[in-house]
């Protein structure tokens, strides 16, 4: 699942090369992925972290708990260390980033296949390295101590979507945002709602600059 059809077309075509592989479809967001599940019945969906409307995280927890017979991989432009460990939470085995050839994406699709976590050695050595010494990983980034929901009006503000944009987006009240805004506040030790936009909007537009690189 990814919003951009020339990247979906260059992942269909360079799929189904392989002979153990047929694409049975593609959506472009998450609400379009979930009326798509019962129909195609894939066996590994790949899925983008940034999709129009609800996010990647979304879609994965949606699957997880509807299709919990599908295995799924992320393959996404934004910053492992903020969402790899994110999206093995929400249910996905692996975290592809796409400045990665298509012949890793494609052993990683293989690895999740067969019910193997699918890593970069850069992260599955973070991983195992906090693990071992058991350090919390909070402190992994600014945002890490977000949940998935947090994490996600957090991007939306920075992207400077008004409150009513992001309560429509995200099919939410108000007053949810309302509590939502103040728990990033309390967690990001923000004192006011200018604090957290200036925030938001600095550490989106790294991740984006960082993205339009790769």
Known sequence: ?????AVRE??????NREPDFIVCGEATSSEEALEKMPALQPAVAVID???PGRDGLYLIEQIKLHHPTCLMLAFS??????YAERTLAAGALGYVMKGETSAQLVHAIRQVATNEIALSKTMSNRILQRATTQKPNANLSVTGGLTNRELEVFRLMGKRKSRSAITKQLDISPK????HLAHIRKKLNLTTACELCQLTSEIVEAEDAGHSHK
């Open 1 to 5: 699942m990814d919003d951009h059809l």
């Open 10 to 15: 260059g992942l269909v075509w360079r799929l």
């Open 49 to 51: 972290i940034t999709l």
């Open 77 to 82: 432009g934004r910053d492992e260390v903020v």
């Open 176 to 179: 949810t945002l309302g509590v």
